[in-house]
């Protein structure tokens, strides 16, 4: 999968439009749209570090969530 994918693929898995993405971020509109247009290439060590700061998020959202289930 190329760069370009993965970059549109993790975003809409956040379930983000592109400006909420870029908003949440602080990365400039133009920048994440040619990063998934393929016209700029995002570095891998951005790349990786965005994926880890999401998968981390969402770690810490089940676990609230069931620390909520588990006190009810």
């Known amino acids: 999968m190329e760069i370009k994918d993965r970059v549109r ?3 809409e898995s956040t379930g983000m439009n592109r400006k909420e993405f870029c908003a ?3 990365i400039p509109y133009r920048t994440v749209t040619e ?3 393929g ?3 995002l570095p891998v060590y951005v790349l990786r570090m965005l994926e880890y ?3 981390m ?3 810490a959202k089940k676990q609230r969530k ?3 289930n588990d006190k009810k």
Do not use: A, N, S
């Open 57 to 59: 998020e969402k770690l």
């Open 24 to 26: 949440y971020f602080g």
């Open 9 to 11: 693929k993790l975003r």
């Open 35 to 37: 990063w998934e247009l």
């Open 39 to 41: 016209h700029r290439k």
């Open 66 to 68: 069931e620390k909520t």
């Open 53 to 55: 700061q999401i998968k």
